[in-house]
């Protein structure tokens, strides 16, 4: 591993421990998040490579499923990653294209690409504007742990959590908080369809999703 991944897994890994050690801090809405019929958030970020990505491109010449991650180190996004990998050409026959967007930088974010076998493409968010534009929130402790005992400040327990998950493709990074959030958007840049999770294994249907696509493909 390159010093240049290997520093930005270790600053990953200290915001993952300062996340966890003050706890989930947004987890409400100050006002209306973007909802169905709203114009879907356009930014500029940048793919995997690096290079410069309009949003909107995705969704210009056919509707789009967008879909904001957790952490690269999430159980749950793993187990989702391996759904979506056999449902996308389900969802590609609906008129669907993908594109996801991540708490990464283009490095990092290729080597989590590799280790979940992701084709679509996957653009990088660090700073969460993304997040921030659709209304992704912190989840509440029990959303999150489930019946997983916290407190706030808890270095010993976050730090046995870190190094037990270290060494394999499950490492600890970013923000642990973060749900996850997937939107089908038109060709004319409206949201179709909003489903921001209620906790990490609230995955939508694909039978939802195809709907949503055949609704947007429509209008």
């Known amino acids: 591993m390159d010093e240049v991944i290997t520093g930005q897994l270790e600053q990953a890994d200290e915001r993952w421990l300062r996340h966890w050690l003050r706890g989930p801090t947004r987890t409400r809405w100050e006002s209306s998040p973007v909802q169905v019929g709203d114009p879907a958030p356009d930014l500029d970020l940048v793919d995997s490579l690096g290079n410069p990505t ?36 389900q969802l590609a026959a609906a008129g669907l294209g993908a594109v996801a967007i991540g708490m990464g ?8 690409m590799e280790a979940r076998s992701i084709t679509v493409p996957v653009l990088c968010d660090p700073e969460g504007r993304a997040y921030d534009a659709y209304g992704v929130v912190e989840g509440p402790i029990p959303t999150v742990l489930h019946d997983f005992e916290w407190s706030p400040g808890d270095e010993e327990t976050g730090r046995e959590l870190a190094d037990s998950r270290r060494g394999g493709d499950l490492r600890l990074v970013d923000n642990p908080w973060i749900l996850p959030a997937e939107f089908i958007v038109d060709r004319r840049g409206l949201i179709r369809h909003a489903h921001r999770y209620q906790y990490c294994e609230d995955y939508p249907p694909a039978t939802v999703l195809v709907g949503a696509a055949r609704s947007a493909a429509s209008a």
């Open 54 to 89: 309009r949003l909107s491109a995705f969704w210009a010449d056919r509707p789009a499923h967008l879909f904001l991650m957790r952490h690269f180190g999430c159980s749950c996004m793993k187990d989702r990653w391996g759904q979506l990998n056999q449902e996308l050409p």
């Open 105 to 112: 930088e283009p490095e990092r974010t290729r080597l989590f």
